[in-house]
């Protein structure tokens, strides 16, 4: 095949990869297209340049593809440009420096396989957050880590170990209230809420995710995923304190689903204007994307926010440390949620729950 035919091709696909997220459909076939974008923007840009000055435009046919492929161009980089340092940031630098109302939290996915227990201790113990918060935990990672942690002041703990690839354990100092494990969707995947204390006395709400991914084995559709996601944005959205939500939404952070997410918890995303900061698949340096998350509400300013060091997992650990700035709000607060955004993630949860309730029916017959 010649280049020109190729480059057609190319931008074919391209073009159908662009039009996927318009489907309507949560099958993870189509899903799993939400995770390669940055790519699939730089892989269209190549196509277009090289097909614009290496060939003559000589027929309609020639000008309607190169047209169609800057469209798709333009479309794909709308998605991603939030996350590059020409946007504005979504939430402020901090203005204030009061270590009574500062908090800093370490989220990473150990992998549950991994052994190289010492190389996450390590890494916690250099960042030194106040709250550690590990997915993908079984026994022995609980058994191997919660000694030395509680001896490096790490003495409130909420654990709920698995050997399904979905524990979770939470280790911090500052103080917890009312920990909770709740399995909002699935007896076999957890999630964690709680008050934590900040020095202050300030009260914040927590919410800790991981839902499955949309994709054999774990999953054949995002209906899961979106709906814990869902469920847990309508819990912050009702909040009366200052809210943070983390975990591996195994999600990125343009999707549609995250989109929705943050529209309907309103909460703030602090990579805006910063950065993409992919978290997976730390072996591999072409296919990363953002798949560990951190919302915050509209009462905090960022103090540093980075990725952290190879632990030998296949995700890499998100670091974040924040400032709560209640006076300065009203300055970087969201848009409130429509009616249609409210409803659509009604129709998410809806959507699970009848799904649940076929499969028990089928279960039974």
Not at 226 to 234: I, L, N, R, S
Request: charged share 25%; aromatic share 10%.
């Amino acid at each position: 095949m010649s280049l020109k035919p190729f480059l057609q091709a190319v931008g074919i696909l391209a073009v159908i990869l662009t039009l996927f997220p318009f489907v309507a459909a949560d099958y993870w076939w189509i899903r799993m297209f939400d995770y390669p974008h940055v790519q699939l923007t730089t892989f269209t840009l190549v196509a277009l340049l090289v097909y614009f000055f290496r060939f003559d435009l000589r027929s309609w046919r020639d000008y309607a593809f190169v047209v169609i492929l800057a469209g798709c161009f333009l479309f794909q980089l709308t998605k991603i440009y939030p996350y590059t340092p020409l946007a504005g940031y979504e939430v402020e630098n901090n203005e204030m420096v009061d270590p009574e109302n500062t908090l800093s939290l370490m989220v990473s996915n150990v992998l549950q396989k991994n052994t190289e227990h010492q190389r996450v201790l390590d890494e916690v113990l250099t960042k030194d957050p106040d709250m550690v918060i590990l997915t993908e935990t079984n026994h022995r990672w609980r058994d191997a880590l919660a000694p030395s942690l509680q001896e490096f002041g790490y003495i409130y703990k909420t654990e709920m170990p698995l050997d399904n690839t979905y524990g979770m354990l939470l280790y911090s100092k500052l103080e917890t209230i009312n920990p909770q494990v709740r399995f909002l969707l699935e007896d076999s995947i957890p999630s964690m809420h709680m008050g934590l204390r900040i020095p202050s006395g300030k009260l914040i709400e927590m919410h800790i995710i991981h839902p499955t991914p949309p994709m054999p084995p774990h999953d054949a559709s995002s209906t899961d995923r979106d709906a814990q996601m869902m469920m847990v944005a309508k819990m912050a959205r009702n909040s009366p304190n200052p809210v943070i939500v983390a975990g591996d939404f195994n999600d990125v952070a343009w999707s549609e689903s995250t989109s929705l997410f943050q529209n309907v918890s309103e909460l703030l995303d602090p990579r805006v204007g910063r950065g993409f900061y992919n978290t997976f698949n730390a072996n591999s340096w072409l296919m990363r994307w953002p798949l560990d998350h951190l919302f915050v509400s509209e009462e905090f300013r960022v103090m540093d926010l980075r990725l952290g060091n190879d632990v030998e997992s296949d995700h890499f650990p998100l670091y974040v440390k924040l400032s709560l700035e209640p006076t300065g709000a009203p300055e970087q607060e969201r848009e409130p949620a429509t009616k249609e955004e409210l409803k659509e993630a009604e129709k998410q949860i809806e959507k699970e729950e009848k799904k649940d309730q076929k499969e028990k029916t089928e279960g039974k017959s």
